[in-house]
């Protein structure tokens, strides 16, 4: 939500409309947050160049012809299972100073450090700066966080919101982890998007609590990329619902988490 505007609400029974704005400053701002409360967890480094992407671990800008199945024994890390929390998603600002060009940034374990058969909790941030003007299909942004097909032993299974990844037993003896990852991440957003000039990336499998925490951040985003399956941004710019009754939607505990924001910005403004 856009901190610089006043944001409002006018509550109809359980619907909430809240003030927003399309650039995803506040988010990355939260990001950022989120980042410094973690310090003591994360590991930063900077992104691995093309070259040594190609070379050393098989990446590719375009889609491999055949798609690679890591199954059974071929399996070194399973991260985002289904029986654990997952979320990924994409932020996008206009403003090139609040992104750390090729910065990728792991809270907790790399893939090195953990046990091959444990289900880690999984989340994947993308923070991308886009040049004034740019015309970005939200959905496009979407589809490429998923880098289908494009880096040697690393599969990706997804459902909007979610990404569940494999990396294989054998590339990961070969160096294969989570900052190899997210560099083929920030080079293909910035190959292919003309008006994308910056791309940082983070990474959680510290716990399901840290992953849980970026939700909230998730489900406004995808209401301002105009993905969220009964939320939109309406023309006079506040979140609207397409739900009727709102005590049998699923949708719920995201509007009152909505509002729970909306609430305590207010407080702190007054």
Known sequence: MNETAESTMNISGDNIRCAIAGDMEPLIMRVRTFLQNTLSQSLSSEAIDYETLRRTFGYSRSKK?????????DIGLELGHPSTESLCFVLT???????????????GPDAGNIITKEKRPFAQVIMVA?????DIDPFSLDSAQY????LDGYMVRSVPGRLW????????????DLHVVGSA????????????SKAEILFVTSSAEDVLSLKPIETEASILAGKHKKLFL?????VECSELNCEVC??????????????KRRRIKR
């Open 65 to 73: 012809k055949t798609a690679e199945v890591i199954i059974g024994g």
């Open 93 to 107: 600002t206009t403003k090139a100073e609040l992104v750390a060009d090729g910065l990728i940034t792991v809270i």
């Open 130 to 134: 886009t040049e004034s003007g740019a």
């Open 147 to 150: 880098l289908m097909q494009r």
């Open 165 to 176: 990844s494999r990396l294989s037993r054998k590339c990961m003896a070969d160096g294969l």
């Open 185 to 196: 991440l920030a080079d293909f957003f910035k190959h292919e998007f003309a008006g994308v």
């Open 234 to 238: 309406g023309l006079d710019g506040v």
């Open 250 to 263: 699923d949708e719920k505990p995201v509007c009152d988490s909505l509002r729970d924001i909306v609430v």
